[in-house]
């Protein structure tokens, strides 16, 4: 089956570091993806792992290990405009196809 | 560049009625997939269209269709509308087939 697993809610304070785990089960992998949805917004892509490694973009970081099926997305310095969902997303291999997970609900206090 | 366009924003139908929603993908993107986002399931892949052929289908019934046009525009067709079909459906454009870039989505409530 395809599945992919996060946590429903964090809540983190304004200038920490927040750590969102992603994790997968899915048919196939050819990519993770992390995106950015403002409540009432579309979803904005911040980062996307295809080897297992640490991307770095700024003040977002995603991380990919492909034998453990895992993932997670940091974030530093966190800002009050950081509080949005963040969305994990697979690629099914061979195909356009793309499983998200229900989203992680990101709140930054002041 | 201008980025995915949707129309229209909102829609309210009534049950059994069919709709159709409109997406213009950004310029030079060919790649257009549409997905339907309710609270309860998150995101779930609908179609994906490359140069009018439809490449992959997510699990829906056949009442959800698609197509996409020689400008790579893209409509989706929700017939005998039900009462669950009442999300927001979003579409996406990609470059690359990779990274995609959402329009701001069409709230359609059944009634």
């Known amino acids: 089956g395809q599945n992919i697993d996060q946590p429903t809610e964090m809540t983190a304070t304004e200038g920490a570091i927040v750590q969102i785990n992603c994790t997968y089960q899915t048919s196939g992998f050819n990519g993770l993806f992390w995106y950015q949805q403002h409540a009432g917004e579309a979803p904005t892509f911040l980062s996307y792992?295809?080897?297992?490694g640490l991307e770095e973009k700024g003040r977002f970081s995603s991380f990919l290990s492909r034998s453990k099926g895992y993932s997670y997305l940091l974030l530093k310095e966190l800002q009050m405009k950081d509080s949005a969902s963040y969305l994990c997303a697979v690629r099914v291999s061979g195909t356009y196809k793309y499983i998200f997970g229900t989203g992680t609900r990101l709140k930054v206090l002041a | 560049k201008a980025g995915v366009t949707q129309t229209p924003r909102y829609l309210i139908k009534t049950r059994g009625q069919q709709v159709t929603l409109s997406c213009s993908p950004i310029?030079?993107?060919?790649?257009v997939s549409w997905y339907q986002q309710t609270p309860g399931q998150g995101l779930q892949f609908l179609f994906e269209y490359f140069s009018e052929t439809q490449r992959n289908k997510g699990n829906f019934p056949g009442r959800f269709s698609g197509r996409q046009f020689s400008n790579s525009r893209s409509e989706m067709n929700v017939s005998t509308l039900e009462l669950g079909d009442s999300a927001l459906y979003l579409c996406?454009?990609?470059?690359?087939?990779?990274?995609?870039?959402f329009g701001p989505g069409t709230r359609l409530t059944v009634t």
């Open positions: 792992n295809v080897l297992d």
């Open positions: 310029s030079g993107h060919r790649s």
């Open positions: 996406a454009s990609s470059p690359r087939g990779l990274e995609q870039y």
